[in-house]
């Protein structure tokens, strides 16, 4: 017999001298039901008992922003080319120069343009020359014609020989009207011969710094289709713009005249100021992302920033004083899967009351993506509003019993 068994008797008051047959299938019986218990009793299912994770709601302040990356651009940034083919000269600038307007940057060899214009002149003389021919023609053309209208009123010269000299005037004149338009063409190609000339001397167009040069001296220039750039010029880098990409969810709380910081790799732990002047309408959309080019100023006056730098700005959307503020989480917690359910019917948060979660509809404001703000609901400071559950296991049984 087992210790269990022996353990069954001595409770039941029985002795060896009565362990009969019977007697032992009885205490079997009652052993095996005493283990059934037993084993019952330490594997019995588990029920979570749920435990609420709340939070305060609190009064402050609360600040919202818009965080976005761009890249810093010169207030006015202008190529400057050139629109005549030759071979670079000369090049008086090099980068980080600072040039005002009008002053020469770099030379072409002119030996051609100075062929052409030569030429241009030339033939500019033989047409000149050629109309002072055609209007000495026209005039004895129309002194003969004179003389034989005189002479044919007396009947001595034919009508015949007088229509023949009144077509030679004609002609004559037609050949003056044709001169004067060779004469004119030739001015023309004059001119532009003159304006190649004076183009093969590079200027710069404004006030600037030299933040490009993509030229050296005896580099061929070719102005086929469009005009080659020779140098960047940005205008004052002392007032720089920042071009950010906002997305389309946050682009209807950016506007002009808000204030912003933003930071630059080439200086860690350091923030710059900016200001909105504007906001395009035109997106740009890259791997099915929607953005809105905006433009804000920035006051360079030590020439930290440098035109390609990629900045993260921080917009300030809003900023307000003692408002009600609730955790996001709060806002996002749901009970049960019934109230997921009907989750799309307002926003609300949840309380709890007597050990159940009980859920109070409020206004929600402006978030800054960790605290929302609301209004309504009976909500008040240090009313603890449920942020997630935890559940921990208890036995289903409660404990006690016969054994």
Request: net charge negative.
């Amino acid at each position: 017999m087992s210790n269990a068994q022996d353990e069954v008797i001595n409770t039941l008051g029985l002795d060896g001298k009565r362990k009969n047959s019977g007697l032992r299938w009885g205490v079997a019986i009652a052993v095996v039901a005493v283990a059934g218990f037993v084993i019952l009793r330490s594997g019995a299912p588990a029920v979570d008992q749920v435990q609420y994770v709340t939070q305060p709601a609190q009064r402050g302040a609360l600040i919202v922003t818009v965080t976005a990356t761009g890249t810093l651009q010169p207030t006015n940034q202008v190529d400057v080319g050139s629109e005549v083919s030759g071979i670079i000269q000369d090049v008086f600038v090099d980068f980080n120069d600072v040039v005002t307007a009008g002053q020469i940057i770099a030379q072409l060899d002119t030996q051609t343009l100075d062929a052409r214009l030569a030429s241009s002149r030339a033939a500019l003389a033989v047409a000149q020359a050629s109309l002072a021919q055609t209007e000495a023609t026209v005039v004895e053309a129309r002194a003969k014609t004179e003389r034989s209208r005189e002479l044919a009123k007396r009947n001595l010269v034919s009508v015949q020989s007088l229509e023949t000299d009144e077509a030679a005037s004609l002609r004559a004149e037609a050949a003056v009207q044709s001169a004067n338009a060779q004469v004119t063409a030739n001015q023309a190609s004059l001119k532009e011969a003159q304006t190649a000339l004076a183009k093969a001397v590079i200027r710069s167009p404004i006030d600037g710094v030299i933040i490009s040069r993509e030229v050296d001296p005896g580099q061929t220039m070719a102005a086929a289709f469009e005009a080659p750039v020779l140098f960047i010029v940005a205008e004052d880098l002392q007032r720089m713009q920042l071009h950010l990409d906002i997305d389309e969810s946050d682009i209807g709380q950016v506007r002009e005249g808000q204030q912003a910081t933003f930071r630059v790799d080439a200086f860690p732990g350091r923030e710059f100021e900016a200001r909105i002047t504007s906001v395009r309408f035109n997106p740009r959309e890259v791997n099915n992302i929607v953005t809105y080019e905006t433009v804000l100023t920035v006051d360079n006056p030590d020439l930290l920033l440098r035109p390609g730098m990629t900045a993260t700005a921080d917009i300030l959307v809003s900023e307000m004083n003692n408002v009600l503020l609730v955790p996001n989480q709060a806002l996002r917690f749901l009970p049960t899967e019934e109230a997921a359910l009907t989750a799309a019917a307002g926003e609300k948060v949840w309380v709890e009351q007597n050990g159940s979660a009980v859920s109070i509809p409020v206004t929600v404001g402006f978030t800054n993506g960790e605290f929302s703000e609301i209004s309504g609901g009976n909500i008040t400071t240090d009313t603890a509003v449920i942020v997630d559950i935890e559940r921990e296991a208890r036995s289903q049984a409660s404990g006690g019993g016969p054994f």
